[in-house]
């Protein structure tokens, strides 16, 4: 099981940024998907979820109206929109499974992390 | 939001120490909690969910136990490679919350 993340790097106030992750190893189409970040130094922030169908959907109200989650499940990839990017968004970003298809709303595996910069 | 809060939040311990670790919720999670292990530069893994199910190759040495709003993480004899900061998560409503972080070090 890989989870791999990219689309991470300097981005000024304002400005926006996707992030990507691949995943392999698994049956992607079947595991709820999750987007985690950690700002320097801080602790975990959950950020967003998606359903395996993308029928269900989450955000965490700090980025809510401002990020957009999706995923391609003919790509085995996942996806995070993020739009108006502020500095207190500066963060490494981690993608994370579910820990089991059914959903767990727990995380495992994780992605080795993108960091996000947000300054001008 | 339910807030999660951990103790203490740093931990200085010897090879060999049984430690423990506290979580807790600011209203009943039931047993939806589960607890990470973090090393510097390195993504989080599972150690335990639902509150003490021990996640598949993670060492008998950890344990977790609690439901409602108090739970805690022990390590029965900490190991060399278990100085790391762990988290707690609740997962029984959005949004998903996390503690602040333990950091056991020597």
């Known amino acids: 099981v890989q989870l791999v993340e990219s689309g991470g790097g300097l981005v000024k106030p304002g400005g926006s940024l996707r992030l990507s992750c691949a995943a392999s190893g698994f049956t992607f189409t079947t595991y709820t998907m999750n987007w985690v970040r950690q700002a320097p130094g801080k602790g975990l922030e959950w950020v967003s979820s998606i359903s395996s169908t993308s029928t269900y959907i989450y955000y965490a109200g700090s980025v809510k109206g401002r990020f957009t989650i999706s995923r391609d499940n003919a790509k085995n990839s996942l996806y995070l929109q993020m739009n108006s990017l502020r500095g207190e968004d500066t963060a490494v970003y981690y993608c994370a499974r579910d820990g089991t298809a059914i959903p767990s709303n727990w995380f495992d595996p994780w992605g080795q992390g993108t960091l996000v910069t947000v300054s001008s | 939001d339910i807030q999660m809060t951990q103790s203490p939040s740093t931990l200085s311990a010897s090879v060999g120490d049984r430690v423990t670790i506290t979580c807790r919720a600011s209203q009943s999670i039931s047993s939806w909690l589960a607890w990470y292990q973090q090393k510097p530069g390195k993504a989080p893994k599972v150690l335990i969910y639902?509150?003490?199910s021990l996640e598949r190759g993670v060492p008998s040495r950890f344990s977790g136990s609690g439901s409602g709003t108090e739970f805690s993480l022990t390590i029965s004899s900490l190991q060399p490679d278990d100085f790391a900061t762990y988290h707690c998560?609740?997962?029984?409503?959005?949004?998903?919350?996390f503690g602040q972080g333990t950091k056991v070090e020597i």
């Open positions: 998560q609740q997962y029984i409503s959005y949004p998903w919350t």
């Open positions: 639902k509150a003490s």
